[in-house]
């Protein structure tokens, strides 16, 4: 998983609680390199679900639910980050329609190893889209903040209703522009 993410995922809670209960976390969740990421690392998938159980534990949230207040928060820092491609989309839907065909190709020439989710675009009119989301790990929930945290930087609000399709770890998107 990307370096960026475990660091974001520390700001957040440093940010939002406490560093001392970003640290709690590192400890508890016992990583191999003690929380020492750099944005431009690569690292277990493992560590990130070690630390989100860890949080579960603490805060008595869902994971998922924990998720989205992580995507939410995430997406202004890869928005920093990239925000040449963002200053390329239109709106929200457009961003939603161009991340395989050229967000994610951006990411993967920095981050060749990257494991990203697949996004299709299944139907789009100006104000709704049917999104298909495949990911191994589950992280429907991260990608639910994201996008709402897109909306809200592109000036709009969406309703979304998300499906688990019989295919594995494969959900549908339905999103509307209100």
């Known amino acids: 998983m ?17 560093p001392e209960f970003a640290d709690e976390v590192i400890v508890e969740a ?9 944005a431009v690392g690569y690292y277990p998938f493992e ?12 805060t008595g ?7 989205y207040d992580f995507g939410y928060y995430l997406f202004g820092k890869l928005g920093a980050v ?33 494991d990203l989710p697949r ?3 299944l139907s789009r009119t100006d104000s709704t889209m049917q999104l298909q989301y495949y990911s191994e790990r589950e992280l429907y929930a991260l990608a639910e903040g994201l996008m709402d945290a897109a909306a809200a930087y592109f000036g709009c609000k969406l309703e979304r209703e998300t499906r688990k399709l019989d295919t594995p770890h494969t959900y549908e998107f339905s999103i509307v522009l209100v």
């Not at 370096?3 to 406490?18: H, P």
């Not at 560590?47 to 603490?58: A, C």
């Not at 949230?61 to 998720?67: C, G, M, Q, T, V």
């Open 47 to 58: 560590e990130m679900q070690r630390m989100l159980n860890v949080l579960v534990n603490k």
């Open 119 to 121: 996004f299709t675009v």
């Open 2 to 18: 990307l370096g960026i993410v475990f660091t974001s995922l520390i700001d957040m809670l440093e940010e939002t609680v406490s």
């Open 82 to 114: 990239h925000a040449e491609v963002l200053a390329n989309a239109e709106d929200i839907l457009d961003m939603l329609a161009h991340l395989d065909g050229d967000i994610h190709v951006q990411v993967k020439k920095l981050y060749p190893d990257a």
């Open 61 to 67: 949230k869902s994971a998922n639910a924990l998720l």
């Open 30 to 38: 016992q990583l191999a390199n003690d929380g020492a990421y750099t």
